[in-house]
């Protein structure tokens, strides 16, 4: 057991889509001491965006920003002594999410020249304007003669992963190819910047971003070959010696908090930070992940995580997943991903096509035109939306109007990632309602979710339990009753609105040497159940034969777009 005195807090930084968390944990028991959240002010506006083309990219003074306002916001309501007892720090952010950057590692974005070009920023985890690079990746892969170096990534390479956005980078953007002397993913970006890191050479690669997005693997020693990479486009043998070899899992510290960020942030200097890694894998630390548990990351999309014992021998492939990586998750096992595209962000697409008229009339009648109140009565309109929906929803039956959706509306990431794939709707008559097609859309995004639990147990790794975390975890009762029905198993919701802060914040713990291994923080802080979701045993049969009927419109759509 580590050595425990009064008062030892930890800090765990979450980076979301949409904003910067940040959660101060008392390590004793993993008592929540204070949180604060800081948005994106670049993002919000939705500045180097364009959805039409899945371009989402995000400037690195975004995340700086951010931060900042986060820990303004914690001194304020936890206040500095509370502050000075934090004894470490851990962070994760969204991923694959990878940026060019100079000989000091810094973002190219932060330099004059590049300050405003997109390529030269953050490529957001749900850009896919890459997926013909992934084709060339996949199909390189089974062709070439050599090593498949996707066998550890499920054997299919995604548009949202770290090989294919640089490809595309590269071929759209020569400024940026010439300038860049290697990416690196946004949650080693941020533990180098914080440490002080202003050396490529300093700068310790996360094992879980790597290792899930971008090949590397011991058996390979280390990232796929030169002359791999080297056929699919001439600079990417350069980046991949940028890289290194070696990669490090997150109950390690990659340096002490630098003095001038200390200052910026109100803590002490010199405390260990985390290697960092991606949201959806400290989360499922967070959540309570260990073997045979599957835990679901839900908010705009989904990561299902889970974790089996490294086991005597070769490891024992899975199939068309997002990866499984020695130590990305718990360190001492095998961490295995999943996930959906598009979760919390098909209902968000929903609601925005409903309030199309309220935010029309509010391009067409600029906000200071308005009378007092009435922007926000109209905000509150949209707001008022999904909530809604989701009451008149619950009152209907299974299949309601006789509709089946598909939820590949950004695409499928898993079983089999195919970023070309589109949604759809089957079954519209006039008599369709607004609230049929929002539980049509809730049924789709469980069958989803049931195609990644089926692949699992075909491919002989055991789920014996679920939990769910994150926003659409706790905030939608339908959606997890339904979730609970199409799996026929409970699902228990975590008590915490922070899981991922959380499970950051153990592995802060453990880099501070609070706590010897992630196990033991994560026994001594890890959230209690707020509830458990029973299945309907009816209900559940009834979604069988619906289940069925959305794998045959999957086929049918897969056939016809690709």
């Not at 995604?158 to 953007?173: D, L, P, Q």
């Not at 971008?214 to 080297?230: E, T």
């Not at 990669?247 to 109100?266: I, Y």
Request: proline share 4%.
């Amino acid at each position: 057991m580590g050595k425990q005195t009064a008062r030892e807090l930890v800090l765990g930084i979450d980076y979301g889509t949409d904003s910067c968390r940040g959660v101060i944990i008392d390590a004793a028991d993993g008592a929540e001491i204070a949180q604060a959240v800081g948005a994106y002010p670049r993002w919000a506006k939705g500045m180097y965006c364009d959805p039409q083309t899945n371009r989402f990219r995000q400037h690195p003074l975004d995340y700086v920003e951010s931060l900042g306002s986060v820990m303004d916001s914690l001194l304020a309501s936890a206040g500095a002594e509370t502050l000075s007892a934090v004894r470490g720090i851990a962070i994760d952010t969204t991923g694959s999410t990878p940026c060019a950057v100079d000989a000091a590692g810094q973002p190219l974005s932060m330099s004059k020249e590049f300050a405003e070009d997109p390529d030269a920023m953050f490529v957001l985890w749900k850009d896919h304007t890459a997926t013909a690079e992934a084709e060339e990746i996949n199909t390189l892969a089974r062709c070439w003669g050599g090593i498949d170096y996707t066998k550890y990534e499920g054997g299919v390479y995604s548009s949202e992963w770290f090989w294919a956005k640089i490809m595309r980078v590269f071929k759209s953007n020569s400024r940026v190819e010439a300038a860049s002397a290697s990416f690196v993913e946004h949650c080693d970006w941020m533990s180098a910047l914080l440490t002080g890191a202003k050396d490529l050479r300093a700068m310790k690669r996360s094992r879980c971003a790597m290792g899930h997005k971008a090949m590397w693997h011991a058996d390979f020693g280390g990232y796929p070959s030169a002359d791999f990479l080297g056929r699919l486009h001439p600079s990417l043998p350069r980046i991949r010696e940028s890289l290194g070899t070696e990669t490090w899992t997150s109950d390690r510290s990659c340096g002490g908090l630098a003095a001038e960020w200390s200052t910026r942030l109100h803590l002490p200097a010199g405390i260990p930070v985390a290697v960092g890694a991606y949201d959806a894998h400290m989360g499922a630390v967070g959540g309570g992940v260990r073997e045979g548990v599957l835990v679901k990351v839900m908010g705009t999309s989904t990561c299902d995580m889970i974790v089996a014992p490294k086991g005597k021998g070769g490891e024992r492939l899975v199939r068309g997943i997002c990866g499984q990586v020695d130590g990305s998750v718990m360190p001492s096992m095998l961490g295995y991903e999943a996930g959906q595209s598009a979760f919390g962000d098909v209902y968000a697409w929903f609601r925005n096509l409903l309030s199309w008229p309220l935010v029309s009339m509010k391009s067409i009648v600029p906000e200071g035109n308005l009378r007092s109140g009435e922007a926000a009565a109209r905000q509150a309109q949209v707001d008022a939306i999904l909530p809604l929906l989701e009451e008149e929803a619950a009152a209907l039956e299974p299949g309601a109007g006789g509709l089946v959706a598909l939820d590949w509306l950004n695409g499928r990431r898993t079983p089999d990632a195919d970023q070309r794939l589109r949604g759809a709707i089957m079954g519209l008559t006039l008599g369709t309602t607004a609230p049929m097609l929002y539980r049509a859309l809730l049924e789709a995004t469980a069958y989803g979710a049931r195609a990644i639990v089926e692949r699992f147990r075909e491919e002989g790794v055991a789920i014996d339990k679920v939990v769910g975390i994150g926003g659409v975890a706790r905030k939608s009762a339908l959606g997890m009753q339904i979730v609970a029905d199409v799996l026929g198993m409970p699902i228990d919701i975590v008590a915490s609105d922070q899981s991922v802060a959380l499970g950051a914040a153990m592995f802060a713990a453990v880099a501070a040497g609070i706590w010897p291994s992630v196990d033991e923080a994560q026994k001594r802080m890890g959230p209690p159940v707020e509830r458990t979701v029973e299945p309907d045993p009816r209900r559940a049969k009834e979604y069988d034969g619906l289940y069925a009927r959305y794998r045959k419109l999957g086929d049918f759509v897969e056939k016809e777009l690709t």
